[in-house]
Structure formats: C-alpha cells, structure tokens
C-alpha cells in the first residue's frame, strides 16, 4: 500500500464558499456528528475546522456541559470562523497547526476531522491525535471517496478535490494500522462520495 502524500491546501480564499447553505441540503450536520459518535457532554477538537461548517453541530451534539475546540491555521479562514462562532460559551478558537495544536496532552474526548486530513502528511496528524486524546479516545475521521461516486448534480461544482488528492478509504486505513487504530464504525454518505471512519487507538 502506498502511503498518503498530500498535495495541496485550502485556499483560503474561497473561505466562504465553505459556509454555503446549499452545504446543508447535501449534508445534515448535527445527524452526521451524532452518528459519528460526538455525544453530550464531550471535549471535542474540531481540527481544521475551516470557516466552521461542523462547528454549530458539534456544539449542539456536546450540549451546555460539553467544549469544543476549532483549530484552523490561515488566519482569513480563523477571521470568518470569529465572526460567525465567535463568542459562543462552550467554543473555544485556536490559531494552530493539524501536526502541532499545542493542546495539553490526553485531555480530549474525541477528535473530529473533516475533509482536511487529505491535506496533511497523516502519519504526523494520527501522532498529534494519539498525543491529545484521552486514553481510548474517539477519532472521527470524514473525508471523500471515490470520485466517480460524487452526484454532480447534487454537489455542483462543489465535488470536492481530484481523484489522486483524495485519502480513500482503502489508504486511510493502511495508516490507521500502521500507527495502531483499530477502526470502530465506517459509514457513507452520497453513494460513497464522503465516508468516514472512527477509530480508537490501541495500547
């Protein structure tokens, strides 16, 4: 199995097109979280969270006595993400890096990533999680499939990236055994355009 070599970045440009309420006719955001397995009263990281599309669902699925942490790099994106979230009692913001957030070790409940591990060395990233999580913690990784598999009707131009920059599920996996996850729940979305896997990390 070849490994993952990410190939570019969001530019954060297109920061809003992120926020695009045609977004939530493709995707339930709250139904999707809650499936994945973010639950009342959890510390979550929302790692690269973008312009903060998940945020509000992560949010309600954590409920008043949860947190959840958004950590995004390109400070446009950061700036938006403060005009729509900021101020919100149980979000914290958080200027970082996927591979150095700075969070204090083993203090998280999950860790939920979407459509960004892609664009990131994942080796480096699954350390980071391991680092941050509590002792069995949740990952929960949300990425794209297969291109062919992508409505274009539904998605429009949004179909996400080409084929070869995409972290499939087949690969996704070889890394996750390699740096000993054990996969928990797999589930899809739009025929198997989006996917996602949960994972906890084994002693």
Known sequence: MVEHQPKHRFDPARARSLLDPQRRLIIDPLALVQEMGISTGMRVVDLGCGAGFFTPALLEAVGTTGLVAALELQ??????????W???????IIVSDLLDTGLAATEWDAVFIAFTLHEVPVKAALAEVRRILRPNGLLAILDWGHMQSCPERELGQKAGPPEEERLLPAVLRYHLVEAGWQETAYGERLGGCHYWINARHQP
């Open 75 to 84: 400070q446009p994106v950061v700036e938006l993400l403060q005009e729509n």
């Open 86 to 92: 900021g101020g919100h009692p149980g979000l914290d």
